[in-house]
């Protein structure tokens, strides 16, 4: 009998309408257009309307999946959620998305995992396919970046934006699947990317806000170390232990954080510029929805076939990492 693994049969991505270039950041903090751009890569970001929550990014992206999936809503038997930034804190956005989206049958949760939280998201959901719990599973990666960062930091406003992507797991017993991965934390790395107050520990009172201390708060020197290190050494280690180089890869993913760090982690891995995605130039950090806008970017264009080896790889607060391995099914 044929193992049974996880697939991906739909993957959509959606941004806000409204464009922020760097010159409009100039507004806010002072800073410049070259000073942006050398640092980071970003040349413009997406930020959400007045009104505009992380559900109603999500539905969109979530239309644009179920559709190339050819499954109605009400086929969905779970949904789960990867973001750092919901609608409210309770009830999850998951059940904000499945009612609105008509999925009546589907359950569904939130799930934190910061940067990392769609490869999170994505591994907890394959479980539920191998395992034959469930057929179709919906795994969603939506941030609205805008709505905890501080406008007055130059430092962290200019990286993030606003986005979401999603995709459709179904089970195959065919090789184009999602094959591996390895996934990681370390909880002594929180103090260098984290948002102070908000939680049980700090809740919100007049001198948390006065303080600034619900906005975004990094350690970039740190972060960038650790995220070029643990990005490329997890996906090399993944594609050894499945018999794999990086010439073999037809794409690799990572996480769009800062464009110093994907040419590091693709010059560590020796990998070709033609092999790695990039869409931080164009959306900035979108935090969960980066990796799957950029597929939904790839499928779109055409640049990933049937069977093509395809590598994720994230690195985010907490700290949390890892890489998932897979053939293109679609």
């Known amino acids: 009998m044929k193992k049974i693994r996880a697939r991906i049969s739909g ?9 922020v270039d760097n010159t409009e950041m100039q507004k806010f903090v002072e800073t410049s257009d070259e000073w942006i751009i050398e640092r980071t890569g970003i040349r413009e970001r997406r930020f959400v309307s007045d009104g505009q929550a992380n559900s109603d990014l999500a539905v969109k992206a979530v239309e644009k999946a179920l559709a190339l999936a050819k499954t109605d809503p009400a086929e969905i038997d779970l949904i789960i959620v990867a973001t750092v930034t919901p609608d409210m804190m309770f009830p999850s956005t998951a059940c904000v998305i499945q009612d609105r989206i008509g999925a009546k049958k589907a359950w569904g949760f939130d799930l934190s995992g910061a940067c990392s939280g769609f490869l999170y998201a994505l591994m907890t959901g394959a479980q539920f396919i191998e395992t034959g719990r469930h057929k179709k599973v919906l795994i969603i990666g939506s941030d609205v970046m805008s709505s905890i960062i501080d406008f007055q930091d130059r430092a962290t406003c200019v990286l993030f934006g606003d986005g979401a992507g999603a995709v459709v797991l179904e089970p195959t017993e065919e090789e184009n699947a999602i094959v591996d991965s390895i996934l990681c934390a370390d909880g002594s790395g929180g103090t260098f990317l984290y948002m102070p107050a908000g939680g049980s520990r700090q809740p919100a009172t007049v001198e948390t806000v006065q303080k600034r201390m619900h906005y975004v708060h990094q350690d970039g020197r740190n972060v960038f170390k650790f995220a070029v290190k643990f990005m490329a050494d997890v996906s090399l280690e993944l594609l050894k232990r499945n018999g794999h180089t990086p010439e073999d890869v037809k794409l690799y993913v990572p996480h769009q954080a800062n464009l110093r760090i994907i040419n590091a982690a693709k010059d560590r891995l ?41 590598v994720l790889a994230s690195f985010g607060a907490g700290f949390t990492w890892g890489s998932v391995l897979l053939r293109w099914g679609m």
Do not use: H, W
């Open 270 to 310: 020796k990998l070709r510029d033609d092999q790695v995605a990039v869409n931080i130039d164009r959306y900035a950090n979108t935090t969960s929805a980066t990796i799957p806008s950029c597929l939904a970017e790839a499928q779109q264009c055409g640049r990933l076939k049937t069977g093509d080896l395809v």
């Open 11 to 19: 993957v959509g991505m959606y941004v806000p309408e409204k464009i």
